[in-house]
T-cell receptor
Framework: DSGVTQTPKHLITATGQRVTLRCSPRSGDLSVYWYQQSLDQGLQFLIQYYNGEERAKGNILERFSAQQFPDLHSELNLSSLELGDSALYFC???????????FGSGTRLTVV | AQKITQTQPGMFVQEKEAVTLDCTYDTSDPSYGLFWYKQPSSGEMIFLIYQGSYDQQNATEGRYSLNFQKARKSANLVISASQLGDSAMYFCAMREGLEPDTGNQFYFGTGTSLTVIP
C-alpha cells in the first residue's frame, strides 16, 4: 500500500455522463497530481494542487476539472464523457521536497 | 522535442541476467531529477530509483542502479540478477527544477516493456 488512496478502482459509464474520481494523498503530503494514462498518449500530466490551490496545469481538457479540499483529498471531475476518455487515471502525492511522487493504484475508467 | 525518450518498446532478458533499459532526456535546466518507475500488469506505478542532476555518484537501490551520463543526457536503468517478478513496464521520468512543490511537472517516457524469461 503506497499510502495514496484512489477510489473507485474501476468505473464503467456511458458517453455523455459525468464521473468523479477521488484521491486521498499520503499523510503529510500537500501536493496532489493527476495523470491520465491511455494506450495512445502514454502518461499525461493533467493538473497539480498544492495545499488547496491549483499549482500547475497540463493537458487537461475543459470538460475536466479538479479541486483539492481542506482535508487535502482531491477530486477529478470528468464530464460529457467520450469514448476517448477511457484510460487509467492516476493520482500521486509528494512530500515537500523534490524527491518524487507516490502514486495511487489508479482508477480505470471505461466509457461505453 | 520530447523531454524523455525511451527507444526500446520491448525487451527480453533471461532470468538471473542483467538488463539495461535506455533513457535519454532533454532539458536546459541545470537542476533536474531523474526517476524510474515500474508498472506491473496490475497497473500501479512503483517508484524504483532517483538521480539528481548534481549527484556525483550513480544511484543504486538494491538490484537497481542508474547509469547517469550527464554529458550524453542519458539515465539508463540497470537491473541486475533479473527475476520473473521484474516483468513489467518501466518508465523513465524527469522533473525540471529541484525546488519543492513549485509546480514542476514530471515528464514521462513512453515506457519499455520488460519480459523476464525463465
Amino acid at each position: 500500500d503506497s499510502g495514496v488512496t484512489q477510489t473507485p478502482k474501476h468505473l464503467i459509464t456511458a458517453t455523455g455522463q459525468r464521473v468523479t474520481l477521488r484521491c486521498s494523498p499520503r499523510s503529510g503530503d500537500l501536493s496532489v497530481y493527476w495523470y491520465q494514462q491511455s494506450l495512445d498518449q502514454g502518461l499525461q500530466f493533467l493538473i497539480q494542487y498544492y495545499n488547496g490551490e491549483e499549482r500547475a496545469k497540463g493537458n487537461i481538457l475543459e470538460r475536466f476539472s479538479a479541486q483539492q479540499f481542506p482535508d487535502l483529498h482531491s477530486e477529478l471531475n470528468l464530464s460529457s464523457l467520450e469514448l476517448g476518455d477511457s484510460a487509467l487515471y492516476f493520482c500521486a502525492s509528494s512530500v515537500e521536497d523534490y524527491y518524487g511522487y507516490t502514486f495511487g493504484s489508479g482508477t480505470r475508467l471505461t466509457v461505453v | 522535442a520530447q523531454k524523455i525518450t525511451q527507444t526500446q518498446p520491448g525487451m527480453f532478458v533471461q532470468e538471473k541476467e542483467a538488463v539495461t533499459l535506455d533513457c535519454t532526456y532533454d532539458t536546459s535546466d541545470p537542476s533536474y531529477g531523474l526517476f524510474w518507475y515500474k508498472q506491473p500488469s496490475s497497473g500501479e506505478m512503483i517508484f524504483l530509483i532517483y538521480q539528481g542532476s548534481y549527484d556525483q555518484q550513480n544511484a543504486t537501490e538494491g538490484r537497481y542502479s542508474l547509469n547517469f551520463q550527464k554529458a550524453r543526457k542519458s539515465a539508463n536503468l540497470v537491473i541486475s540478477a533479473s527475476q520473473l517478478g521484474d516483468s513489467a513496464m518501466y518508465f523513465c521520468a524527469m522533473r525540471e527544477g529541484l525546488e519543492p512543490d513549485t509546480g514542476n511537472q514530471f515528464y514521462f517516457g513512453t515506457g519499455t516493456s520488460l519480459t523476464v524469461i525463465p
